[in-house]
Nanobody, 118 residues
Framework: QVQLVESGGGNVQAGGSLRLSCAAS????????MGWYRQAPGKQRELVAA???????NYADSVKGRFTISRDNAKNTVYLQMNSLKPEDTAVYLC????????????WGQGTQVTVSS
């Protein structure tokens, strides 16, 4: 089992920045990738950014150039630095982890709210 705990959400004005953190614990040796998803009311959950154990990254087109995902292996923590935030970035942001043998994300955090006001 893997436990994920997010932190760092909050309220910010458009153009501002936030950094989200996701601390992983448990059987973390089985994790091959971690990602940040977001879900806004009435919308489908979407993958915002992901990072593999080899530190390869990918981003949704909507956040490229504004968001950066990174990891600190010593702290078992993944970060999402969000700059130039827009009102449309408002959502619950969820951290997820994928096991070595999985095609999908298997473990989820509880989510943290990000609200961007215009």
């Amino acid at each position: 089992q893997v436990q994920l705990v997010e932190s760092g959400g909050g309220n910010v004005q458009a153009g501002g920045s936030l950094r989200l953190s996701c601390a992983a614990s448990g059987s973390i040796s089985m994790i091959s990738a971690m990602g940040w998803y977001r879900q806004a009311p009435g919308k489908q959950r979407e993958l915002v950014a992901a990072i593999t154990s080899g530190s390869s990254t990918n981003y949704a087109d909507s956040v490229k150039g504004r968001f950066t995902i990174s990891r600190d292996n010593a702290k078992n923590t993944v970060y999402l630095q969000m700059n130039s935030l827009k009102p449309e970035d408002t959502a619950v942001y969820l951290c997820a982890a994928r096991r070595l043998w999985s095609a999908n994300y298997d473990y989820w955090g509880q989510g943290t709210q990000v609200t961007v006001s215009s």
